[in-house]
């Protein structure tokens, strides 16, 4: 039952799987929503500029095809053919740009403008009959069929019902000048085409919605996913801790070389050394020199000892210093006065005698796995 939740994807995707999506060319796009947005602002150009549009390019066309016999001896055919035609082509991609800037818009509100070289690769498993096959009578394709069945369902309905709404207006044409009949019937298509393009509009903006859910569907990652790429990202615990070990041992190996700076070495007494010192100067806080376990702690015993070092075994006191304390860092707060006891006795005693009572509050006493052992009431 475990294993189903962390399969279930149920969680939002991180940065890097929209990242590595959009890498693999999975883009939140919508074919029917820039498609309607080209088709509007292609609409609205004919709306405004339709009549300016057909007599630059009809002019042109009609320049271009009356050349004489002469212009043609004297004049090259690709001069002719670039003074003839240059208005009229200016004039067609004049029109074109307001189409492109409205797809790209329409994509980039939508999911963003991404190339993706990924998409210009050759793909072998195109020209594969069955991945064809599969393409063609899957699901995806059935719902494409779907949805391009309803759109020409709706576009229709539309349409007849326009047309039963304007047949009476265009009855009466007939009866009315060619020139007003003529005016009439323009403004009747651009109503007509603006109408259709709208609709197509709204079925592009259903569409871009249902496409969004699908992307976000897909995206959402699963319990074990997102456990996974977190180890990719940041590592595994368990490489990490290791990592971590590793530098605490490097750095407790080195800190014995500082042992000559202690006054006094509390052990454990076989497994834990911790190394003080007090700068009487200073007058701050006791410090760590050197702190290691095992084969360090015997190094600190046994480099104490050559220095002259006291050493004394107290338990207790050289968990809590080893547990919360760092090397060249000042030992905890909560310890000051059981350290304090114990400096007092090596400089009054010179580490002579019986040791005092170290009293450890309850907060600062560990095992030797360093879990805090839990005091009874």
Do not use: C
Request: aromatic share 8%.
């Amino acid at each position: 039952m475990a294993e189903e939740s962390s399969q279930e994807k149920t969680e939002q995707p991180t940065e890097r799987r929209r990242q590595q999506a959009i890498d693999e060319g999975q883009i939140l796009t919508s074919k029917d929503m820039v498609m309607g947005a080209v088709l509007l602002v292609a609409a609205l150009q004919f709306a405004w500029m339709g009549r300016s549009l057909y007599f630059d390019i009809s002019a042109g066309f009609r320049n271009g095809f009356s050349i004489t016999d002469s212009m043609a001896r004297d004049v090259p055919l690709y001069m002719i053919l670039a003074d003839r035609f240059s208005a009229p082509l200016l004039t067609v991609i004049l029109f074109s740009i307001p189409l492109l800037l409205a797809a790209i818009v329409a994509q980039v509100a939508l999911g963003g403008f991404h190339f993706v070289s990924k998409n210009l690769t050759f793909k072998g498993n195109r020209l594969s009959p069955i991945s064809g096959l599969s393409r063609m009578f899957g699901m995806n394709a059935l719902i494409e069929l779907g949805k391009s069945i309803l759109k020409v369902v709706a576009l229709g309905v539309v349409g007849f019902t326009f047309l039963i709404y304007i047949l009476p207006e265009l009855i009466e044409l007939s009866s009315v000048p060619i020139e007003t009949a003529a005016e009439r019937v323009g403004a009747i298509f651009i109503s007509t085409l603006l109408l259709l393009i709208g609709g197509i509009a709204i079925i592009g903006a259903f569409d871009a919605l249902i496409q969004w859910r699908r992307h976000n569907q897909k995206m959402l990652m699963s319990h074990q996913e997102m456990k996974e790429e977190h180890k990719q990202t940041e590592g595994s615990p368990e490489v990490k801790q290791r990592i971590r070990q590793l530098q605490r041992e490097a750095a407790e190996r080195g800190s014995v070389a500082n042992i000559g700076e202690a006054q006094v070495v509390i052990t454990n007494p076989q497994h834990f050394a911790v190394a003080l010192k007090y700068d009487f100067k200073e007058g701050s806080a006791p410090s760590i020199v050197a702190k290691g376990t095992d084969a360090v702690a015997a190094r600190i015993k046994e480099e104490a000892s050559k220095s002259d070092i006291p050493v004394l075994s107290i338990p207790p006191l050289a968990r809590a210093l080893y547990y919360t304390s760092e090397i060249g860092g000042e030992i905890h707060g909560d310890l000051y006065r059981a350290v304090a006891t114990v400096l007092s006795f090596v400089f009054q005693a010179g580490a002579q005698g019986d040791l005092p009572d170290v009293e450890i509050p309850d907060s600062m006493k560990f095992d030797v796995n360093g879990r805090r052992l839990e005091v009874a009431a």
